[in-house]
Nanobody, 125 residues
Framework: QVQLAESGGGLVQTGGSLSISCIAS????????MGWFRQAPGKERVFVAA????????SYADSVKGRFTVSRDNAKNTIYLQMNNLKPDATGVYYC??????????????????WGQGTQVTVSS
């Protein structure tokens, strides 16, 4: 079993940048495809980005393409989400999630088996 812990959230102004991280413990993440999701108050958890086990393939929600970048460092058991040109609709709790032994990237929250506790990102207008 793997435990995931997000960090790096905070308050940022519209147009600003923020980088959040997710570190895993319990076992290596290198066999898992990973995803980032966002949940705004009163709304469902939605897909933001996903990355393959090696980091060679990525996928993004249309709303963040060209502004967000997902990456990973398997040696550090960590994945990252670099968020640029942030907009107020990016506000929410950001969760990382793991899909053990999966090679196909998925935007569905139901495809992920393990979740972190989330980190709050607030974009002020």
């Amino acid at each position: 079993q793997v435990q995931l812990a997000e960090s790096g959230g905070g308050l940022v102004q519209t147009g600003g940048s923020l980088s959040i991280s997710c570190i895993a413990s319990g076992r290596a993440l290198s066999s898992d495809s990973m995803g980032w999701f966002r949940q705004a108050p009163g709304k469902e958890r939605v897909f933001v980005a996903a990355i393959s086990r090696s980091g060679g393939s990525t996928s993004y929600a249309d709303s963040v393409k060209g502004r967000f970048t997902v990456s990973r460092d398997n040696a550090k058991n960590t994945i990252y989400l670099q968020m640029n040109n942030l907009k107020p609709d990016a506000t929410g709790v950001y969760y990382c999630a793991a899909r053990p032994r999966e090679t196909v990237l998925s935007p569905s929250r139901w495809a992920y088996h393990y979740w972190g506790q989330g980190t709050q990102v607030t974009v002020s207008s």
